[in-house]
């Protein structure tokens, strides 16, 4: 959910004029429709990644090249849509494995670049604190990870302060 979070924090900050911002759009759309129906297949989150002929990892290179700082919010589309895609792989015990270049992704991992992003200031630290607090368990009225109205109304929850943060 907070991969969610940073994604939608980095789509918001794009034109939806530029060239990427449908294919991040839908992306991010299949990565919460995996959230909250299980109904996607991980591997079309993953192919959008690295494997599909317009994918993640190039259009954060290929843009790095002309807009440093565009680069950087595709970046962190990526960062958050990878995640979502190694949680998927993860989700399902009896899968065997996942694709090779997941292994370097792990919560530690993730942490670490989300706490870069606040010390970058790329990521407000006390909108990324109340969403956490609104994550636990407790704060949650269903099971987020179980309920399909619990993980929706997580969602409308994401949105909304996403929105609010353009206010």
């Not at 004029?17 to 993953?46: A, M, Q, S």
Request: glycine share 2%; charged share 35%; hydrophobic share 40%.
């Amino acid at each position: 959910m907070v991969a969610l979070w940073i994604a939608e924090t980095a789509i918001n900050r794009i034109d939806e004029k530029e060239e990427y911002h449908r294919f991040c759009r839908e992306t991010i759309d299949l990565c919460w429709e995996w959230f909250v129906n299980r109904k996607v297949d991980r591997w079309d989150i993953y192919d959008r990644v690295t494997y599909e002929e317009v994918n993640l990892l190039d259009i954060v290179i290929n843009t790095d090249k002309r807009d440093s700082d565009l680069s950087d919010k595709y970046d962190m589309i990526l960062v958050g849509v990878t995640y979502a895609a190694w949680q998927a792989f993860n989700y399902d015990e009896e899968a065997y494995g996942y694709p090779e270049d997941l292994n370097e992704m792990s919560d530690e991992e993730f942490e670490r670049v989300v706490n870069i992003w606040i010390d970058q200031k790329a990521i407000d630290h006390s909108r990324y604190e109340s969403l956490l607090c609104y994550l636990k368990p407790e704060s949650v009225k269903f099971n987020p990870i179980k309920c399909k109205e619990s993980k929706l109304a997580v969602k409308e929850k994401v949105i909304e302060m996403i929105q609010n943060q353009s206010v």
